[in-house]
């Protein structure tokens, strides 16, 4: 069994920064790309920001140059920092990582249960 969980979401400002954490713990033997996708109401899901095992990122349009994705592979955890946070950003924001839980297995896609970020004033 594995697990993702979120934490850091929260009522912030407009302008103001947050920082989202995600954790993967349980049966693991490799992970392979982390992510962050955020669905807001009426909304479908989309995909925030991507890390690769060996750190490349990649960000939707809507983010760049606000939203930064890291990793510590020691910890098996994902952050997204999150600054200038406007109202559109408002959103339940999930975790998401490709885990391979031993040798040999198929790679499996994880979710976590997600966590709401709200920039109100």
């Known amino acids: 069994q594995v697990q993702l969980v979120e934490s850091g979401g929260g009522l912030v400002q407009p302008g103001g920064s947050l920082r989202l954490a995600c954790t993967a713990s349980g049966s693991i033997f490799s992970i392979n790309a982390m992510g962050w996708h955020r669905q807001a109401p009426g909304k479908e899901r989309e995909l925030v920001a991507r890390i690769s095992s060996y750190g490349s990122t990649h960000y939707a349009d809507s983010v760049k140059g606000r939203f930064t994705i890291s990793r510590d592979n020691a910890k098996n955890t994902v952050y997204l920092q999150m600054n200038s946070l406007k109202p559109e950003d408002t959103a339940v924001y999930y975790c998401?990582?490709?885990?391979?839980?031993?040798?040999?297995?198929?790679?499996?896609?994880?979710w976590g249960q997600g966590t709401q970020v709200t920039v109100s004033s």
């Open positions: 998401n990582a490709g885990i391979t839980r031993y040798p040999s297995w198929p790679e499996d896609d994880n």
